[in-house]
């Protein structure tokens, strides 16, 4: 029955939703289309305060509703008081862990957020393997887990589909399925590191090997929201987002010597929003669009923007994350190797 309530919310349309919602909750839907009904990753989250919280030993015992926001997530704090309501009359059979997706945030930011609007639940900063084993697109992003352990539910929205889901989560079976394997390790890379030859696919649907041998290479992470979604919220970085797509086009329009990338997050961004936002802006370097942000994972980047550079046997040689003098002075020591 309960699972018929939920079948039955899904079905009505978002035609009364305005269309940022509707986008937000297609993208949520559609990435977490091959994770419902399947048993959801066992995996160990640790909270801001210290807190080690293992999800496998939750599977079978209580449903789990875990929700991915931002502080500068505008709908993430409309539906703040909802995730609080939902702490507060969870009972037993519920855990509620909230998310923090880690990007262009820090935890300090996190913790002020959790201050102002008194929140109680546990709260966990990702460092990105959260959002790579729940495919996390966009914030918010609720995951409902049932109590035998299986995903039941992703969605954006904080409304009656959600409670309903919610709510078939606790009914479900208390017999815990089979959890799935934990996202597997994955290699890092930081400053002076050397890094192997990858392939990335571009938006064009060329593939280039990055870094190139014998070429120093930059690539650019960016956000193809930032300087347009952030004005208002967080104008100072609009603003640097602006003025580093502003330097690097100068730079990339002219300078032979490195080959530059452009590495667009895919959280709220698809191939025909990057495809847009390049013509809009005129940008000539290749892009790529890192939808499962692996690429992010891989060298650490939580912030936009970052100038990652590599000198011709593919070291990392710097880390720039201001335009103006940070970057020239940075590219000033690449070349002059």
């Avoid at 025909?272 to 060298?299: C, N, Q, W």
């Amino acid at each position: 029955m309960h699972r018929l309530l939920l079948c039955c919310l899904l079905l009505l349309g978002l035609a009364a939703a305005p269309a940022w919602a509707q986008s937000g909750q297609q993208r949520a839907e559609a990435a977490g289309k091959s994770l419902v009904g399947q048993p959801a990753p066992r995996v160990t989250v640790k909270t801001i305060d210290g807190k080690t919280i293992d999800l496998a030993s939750l599977y079978g015992k209580q449903a789990v509703y875990l929700k991915f926001w931002a502080t500068w997530c505008v709908p993430c704090r409309e539906q703040m008081p909802h995730l609080k309501k939902t702490y507060e009359e969870a009972g037993p059979d519920l855990a509620v862990i909230a998310i923090s997706v880690g990007f262009d945030e820090t935890i300090e930011d996190v913790r002020k957020y959790r201050d102002e609007m008194g929140l109680k639940m546990p709260l966990v900063f990702d460092d990105g393997s959260l959002g790579e084993a729940f495919h996390l697109r966009v914030t918010p992003q609720h995951v409902v887990i049932g109590r035998d352990g299986r995903i039941l539910y992703v969605g954006h929205e904080a409304n009656a589909r959600l409670d309903a889901a919610l709510q078939a989560a606790r009914g479900s079976s208390g017999v815990a399925a089979a959890g799935a394997a934990a996202p597997k390790q994955e290699a890092h890379y930081d400053t002076g590191d050397r890094v192997p030859a990858f392939d990335a696919a571009m938006l064009d649907g060329k593939h280039l090997s990055l870094p190139e041998a014998g070429k120093p290479t930059a690539l650019v992470f960016l956000s193809p929201w930032c300087e347009s979604y952030l004005a208002t919220s967080r104008p100072e970085l609009s603003r640097s987002c602006r003025a580093m797509r502003e330097q690097v086009g100068a730079l990339s329009a002219h300078d032979t010597k490195l080959r530059w990338v452009g590495v667009a997050s895919g959280l709220w961004a698809a191939h025909d929003e990057l495809v847009k936002y390049r013509d809009e802006h005129r940008i000539g370097m290749p892009l790529t669009l890192d939808d499962s942000g692996a690429l992010f994972r891989r060298f650490r980047v939580t912030h936009v923007p970052t100038v990652l550079l590599f000198d011709a046997q593919g070291r990392i040689t710097a880390r720039v994350e201001q335009a103006g003098a940070p970057l020239d002075q940075a590219l000033k020591t690449l070349t002059a190797r």
